[in-house]
């Protein structure tokens, strides 16, 4: 079974520009997870997804971060204009459910982001 | 609100040692759920282990061994005869529902010595 697909795994931007992820969960999971992950430091969720609905983004940056997940299957986050502390590895994550024996969540391999 | 605190920031053992990695929560929550993932040099994250706070009996897969203490708030995560493959960083992390975000602590970065 294919796990969790994120691409690019590396880009370099300058700042301001815009750059986007994309994240292609399992097939069959329903729920999907967007993390950022500074240096050094654990991951942090930026937006979770329930099929097309994002349930929780209270940690999203929402003036320069925005999100879609307008299928319920694959994900884009963006940012616009990326500075200089959005360099971080962005993690998505999904999982079948949300219920007690199907909420684990798989990693995908993350996109590393560099901000110059 | 809820935390994680992995007070090791690295630590370096020779292959074959056992070694312990800490990790102490906290949560005003009484059902929460606690994890440990793994992380190589590659970069996904590994579930490790899940346990629900009901669930006090400690775990033991191969050469893991986890031992949680509801008490002292902790939930330290043991390698018995570490090999070098067993190199990585490793988290701590606390949710408080099913399907809620997972909280990580700062991890651990474990080398393993040949």
């Known amino acids: 079974e294919a796990g969790v697909v994120q691409s690019p795994r590396y880009k370099i931007i300058e700042k301001k520009q815009p750059v986007a992820f994309w994240c292609n969960p399992i097939?069959?999971?329903?729920?999907l997870y967007w993390y950022r992950q500074n240096l050094g430091q654990g991951p942090e969720l930026l937006i979770r997804?329930?099929?097309?609905?994002?349930?929780?983004d209270s940690q999203l940056p929402k003036d320069r971060f925005s999100a879609e997940r307008l299928k319920g299957v694959d994900s884009t986050l963006k940012i616009q204009p990326a500075e200089l502390g959005d360099s971080a590895v962005y993690l998505c994550?999904?999982?079948?459910?949300?219920?007690?024996?199907?909420?684990?969540?798989?990693f995908g391999p993350g996109t590393r982001l560099t901000v110059l | 609100a809820q935390k994680v605190t992995q007070a090791q920031t690295e630590i370096s053992v020779v292959e074959k040692e056992d070694v312990t990695l800490d990790c102490v929560y906290e949560?005003?929550?009484?059902?929460?759920?606690l994890f440990w993932y793994k992380q190589p040099p590659s970069g996904e994250l590994v579930f490790l282990i899940r346990?629900?706070?009901?669930?006090?009996q400690n775990e033991i897969s191969g050469r893991y061994s986890w031992n949680f203490q509801k008490s002292t708030s902790s939930f330290n995560f043991t390698i018995t005869a570490s090999q070098v493959v067993d190199s990585a960083v490793y988290f701590c992390?606390?949710?408080?529902?099913?399907?809620?975000?997972?909280?990580f602590g700062k991890g651990t970065r474990l080398h393993i010595l040949p």
């Open positions: 994550a999904s999982s079948l459910g949300t219920g007690e024996r199907d909420n684990e969540q798989f």
């Open positions: 097939s069959g999971h329903n729920t």
């Open positions: 997804y329930e099929n097309e609905e994002a349930v929780d």
């Open positions: 949560t005003r929550d009484t059902t929460y759920y």
């Open positions: 346990r629900n706070s009901f669930d006090e």
């Open positions: 992390a606390l949710s408080e529902g099913w399907g809620d975000k997972i909280i």
